[in-house]
DNA sequence: ACCCCTCGAGTTCT
DNA sequence: CTCGAGGGGT
């Protein structure tokens, strides 16, 4: 069968007829669907799709009662529609947490508790400490062992009933397994989405045509609250366990003897919960989390602590909505809304035409953040960003700050949706996206085509030229660039090298020297980083090109393949005018690293007259050194390395030197193939894979005796 | 024909 | 740091 879609037809213009076949049709679909869904596992249409199949055909049920069948989707076993939810009372309403927001909160926090207790100042009070899960809280009621109710939150005393839903969830137990069940438990925990399943799901959501969701917890509320629980049980929501309410009989002394216990059970706990016993262990942990949290996979606002010891949790009780034995620890807020006051679009090197969101200034996990990327056109069309809305922003573990969503609620009266330039704005030439000719998809980034002509890429052409891995030259970044360009002195590479000699026969007003912040002293430094950078090694010269899809990596590859550039050279000039069969188009794609991609980019390059021309200016200026190759084996030749954390001793890119030149592979991600993962401090999430992995960890100084030959 | 690994490109702020 | 895609191996 045909992967179908909800016909677009409104409900309330449907022919009574037209319902009846529909109705029809969709019952035979569904059922197909469900039966290589659940019977084969092996769906053919997306989640999304499915669920608007399924929406629409109870949207034409509800209209026609009289038509609904015998053999309805929506009547099916599993999928029992729950008109609306119905109410549940908690036995032990369901409290919110009181909050810390600094070290002092935390200290206050102690001190209180030991008063409370009339402990000594001293005396050790052990706390549980685990990470407070960003979802939505739950309350499942499990008899004799079997889970017969599961409730929402609510307002803390009543909250809703989603038993069906939660039994679609995989990670919670319809039964608790093994020794000490109790007769009654109402356990509490967290239902929530991890990201990935969280962007996979929005991209489902996107690509039906259905809502997207804002972040991960209004997806997982979305999903729970789902009148049909297959659809609940489509959605990837995970849980985790953190404590109870009503319960008979659980002979533990201590909360962490709960969790183990639940553990025991079959119920899903964080695995980073833990016991302090100190203040200081209880800091570390908060700041071992804040560290951690980008990498978790999914979100958290803080972390809670609480007393251990179930007798003192008893003793200290509660103040109006809160237990006094337990606290939230909150991080910083990462997310933040603001007013997208334009969007601004760049021109990069290659003419992508990249949009940026001016944001009013707003302080976001500390820094105050006025500038967001948008990603691309398709980005703001599928989020439906437009200028004057309220947008949320969100720093992702990355440091990176990224548009999440609007605020529809702030959304400005006549705001219209945005139109992305069809033309570069910098040079006016036609902005167009590619179209990939075997699938007949459009490249989501839309390029500026006037190439040569257009000053914003050649700007670019020129900044990436003189950037730290090219060129590298002192005194001339980003912001000289602009100006040099927008005054005429350099206009492409050579003209970098012969800067002095022209600067040296203008009119005294239109030199340097004329110029405002530029001493006698910058100058001749100025000068002086030039002129050193006349020899310069083959492969960095091929990559301060800035040729499309040649990287450092792939510049390495061609220099080493061919050795000096006068191969280089005759060798991409042949393949420019051999075409595909030639010898020399050949030879370049048998060099290893190197596809048709890479050397059709380069024979884009090398068919342009300009680009031999400036190519030819550039080399009458500067020596290029042919390729020398790696310095004898040493215990790293051929190893592959990956850099994580902050080193102490030296730089990262240092390092990366000293390994590439003792033989070694650097590489930026763990994999399999990894020989070594060095581990600075604060290692995130490739210190994590690489044990996951077994690939073997060294500390700096590990890796520094390593490379120094001792052993 | 896939799948895994790695590379390239784009990006924010201090 | 992350996404998308090129390259190469199975």
């Known amino acids: ?12 213009k449907l022919s009574e007829a037209e319902a009846k076949a529909e109705l ?4 035979r679909e569904i059922a197909h669907h469900d039966e290589l869904y659940y019977a084969q596992d092996a ?7 499915y669920d608007a199949l399924r929406q629409r055909n109870a949207a034409i049920e509800a209209r026609f009662p009289s038509l609904v069948r015998a053999d309805s989707p929506s009547s099916r076993v599993g999928a029992a529609p729950v008109a609306v939810f119905g109410k549940v009372r908690h036995a032990v309403p369901m409290l919110s947490l009181g909050n810390a927001f600094t070290a002092e909160d935390v200290v206050d926090f102690f001190a209180r508790v030991r008063r409370f ?9 052990e706390l ?3 990470p407070k899960i960003d979802g939505l809280s739950i309350s499942l009621t499990y008899e004799s062992g079997r889970l017969v109710q599961a409730a929402t939150r609510g307002d803390g005393t009543t909250g809703e009933n989603v038993t069906p839903n939660v039994m679609t969830l995989k990670q919670i137990p319809r039964r608790l397994a093994g020794k000490g069940v109790p007769g009654l438990i109402e356990v509490r925990g967290e239902i929530y989405l991890r990201h990935d399943d969280f962007e996979k799901l929005n991209a489902e959501q996107a690509a039906a045509g259905a809502k997207v969701f804002a972040n991960p917890r209004n997806a997982a509320a979305g999903s729970l609250r789902q009148l049909d629980s297959s659809i609940t049980a489509r959605r990837p929501l995970r849980f985790f366990a953190y404590g109870w309410g009503a319960a008979s009989a659980l002979s533990v002394d201590t909360q962490f003897g709960v969790y183990k216990r639940f553990e025991q059970w079959g119920l899903p706990l964080n695995p980073l919960m833990q016991v302090c016993r100190t203040a200081e262990e209880v800091l570390a942990f908060h700041r071992e989390m804040e560290a951690q949290r980008a990498a978790l996979g999914y979100d958290i606002d803080g972390v809670v602590y609480k007393v251990n010891r179930l007798d003192w949790q008893e003793r200290l009780g509660f103040v109006s909505r809160a237990p006094r034995w337990a606290i939230a620890h909150k991080f910083q807020p990462q997310e933040a809304t603001t007013r997208l006051n334009d969007i601004e679009i760049q021109v990069g090197r290659t003419g992508a035409l990249t949009p940026a969101a001016k944001l009013a200034p707003v ?4 820094v105050v953040v006025s500038n967001a990327t948008l990603h691309n056109e398709d980005e703001i069309a599928r989020k439906d960003i437009r200028i004057g809305d309220t947008v949320t922003i969100r720093r992702a573990g990355d440091v990176i700050p990224q548009v999440m969503g609007v605020v529809l609620d702030k959304r400005p009266k006549g705001a219209k949706a945005y139109k992305f330039p069809e033309v570069c704005p910098a040079c006016g030439s036609a902005a167009v996206r590619e179209v990939d000719e075997r699938t007949g998809r459009a490249d ?7 190439g040569l002509i257009c000053p914003a890429q050649a700007k670019e052409r020129l900044k990436h030229f003189v950037s730290r891995n090219a060129f590298d030259i002192e005194g001339l970044g980003e912001k000289q660039i602009e100006a040099f360009y927008d005054e005429g002195r350099i206009m492409q590479p050579a003209d970098i090298f012969t800067l002095a000699e022209r600067d040296a026969r203008l009119a005294e007003d239109k030199r340097l020297a004329a110029k405002k912040g530029y001493g006698a002293k910058s100058i001749e430094n100025l000068f002086k980083a030039i002129e050193a ?3 310069i090694a083959l492969d960095r010269f091929i990559y301060a090109l800035g040729i499309r899809h040649i990287g450092e990596t792939t510049a390495r590859d061609l220099a080493k393949a061919l050795g000096t550039f006068d191969a280089f050279r005759t060798a991409a000039v042949a393949a420019a005018k051999g075409g595909k069969d030639s010898d020399a188009y050949q030879e370049l794609d048998n060099i290893e690293g190197i596809g048709a991609t890479v050397v059709d980019a380069l024979i884009d390059f090398f068919s342009e007259p300009h680009n031999l021309q400036a190519l030819d200016d550039l080399s009458a200026q500067v020596a290029v050194e042919p390729f020398v190759r790696a310095t004898a084996a040493s215990p790293i030749t051929d190893k592959t390395v990956v850099f994580t954390g902050t080193l102490e001793k030296m730089t990262r890119p240092e390092a990366k030197a000293l390994a590439e030149r003792l033989g070694a592979k650097v590489t930026g991600s763990v994999s399999a193939k990894t020989d070594y993962v060095v581990a600075g401090s604060d290692a995130g999430s490739k210190l994590a894979k690489a044990r996951d992995l077994g690939v073997e960890v060294l500390t700096e100084d590990e890796w520094l005796k390593l490379v120094s030959g001792e052993t």
């Open 117 to 125: 207790l009339r402990l000594a100042d001293d005396a050790t009070v």
């Open 533 to 535: 950078r006349r020899a």
């Open 24 to 27: 029809e049709r969709l019952a």
């Open 128 to 130: 549980t400490a685990e």
């Open 43 to 49: 769906p053919e249409i997306s989640d999304a799709d």
């Open 444 to 450: 989501v980034v839309r390029r500026c085509t006037g």
């Open 1 to 12: 069968m045909k992967a179908a879609v909800a016909s677009n037809k409104p409900v309330d």
């Open 363 to 366: 302080t976001v996990g500390g």
